[in-house]
C-alpha cells in the first residue's frame, strides 16, 4: 500500500469503544468518567457508537452506581472500625499516660518527704 493510500485509508478509520470501557470508567470515579467524555468528544468525528453500546451502558450503569455505593459504605465500615481500635489505642495510651504521671507525682513527693 503507498503512503498516499495508507494516508486516505487512516482517514476513513473509526474509533469503537466498548460499553465496558464506558463503564469501567464510570465505575472508578464520576470525574475520571467525565476526563473520558472530554476524551470522547475530542475523537466525536471519528467515533463510532452504536446502538447496543448505548443500550448495554444505560441498562447497567445504575448497577455500577450501587455497586459503587456498596465500595463506599464498606470503605466507611473499616474505617469506623479503624478509628474505634484507634481511640480504644488512644484511651489505653492516654491511661498509661496518666498513670506515669501519677507515678512522676508519687515520686516527687516522695523524694521531697525524704528532704525534709
Do not use: C
Amino acid at each position: 500500500m503507498a503512503d498516499g493510500e495508507r494516508s486516505g485509508h487512516l482517514k476513513m478509520s473509526l474509533v469503537f469503544i466498548d460499553a465496558n470501557v464506558y463503564l469501567s470508567a464510570y465505575k472508578r470515579r464520576i470525574r475520571k468518567y467525565r476526563e473520558l467524555l472530554k476524551s470522547v468528544e475530542a475523537l466525536s468525528s471519528i467515533l463510532l457508537v452504536t446502538r447496543m453500546v448505548t443500550l448495554e451502558f444505560e441498562r447497567n450503569k445504575a448497577q455500577v452506581y450501587r455497586d459503587n455505593i456498596d465500595i463506599q459504605k464498606l470503605m466507611i465500615r473499616e474505617i469506623t472500625e479503624l478509628y474505634a481500635h484507634y481511640t480504644e489505642d488512644t484511651k489505653e495510651v492516654d491511661g498509661l499516660n496518666r498513670q506515669i504521671r501519677q507515678l512522676r507525682e508519687k515520686t516527687n513527693r516522695d523524694a521531697k518527704a525524704l528532704y525534709e
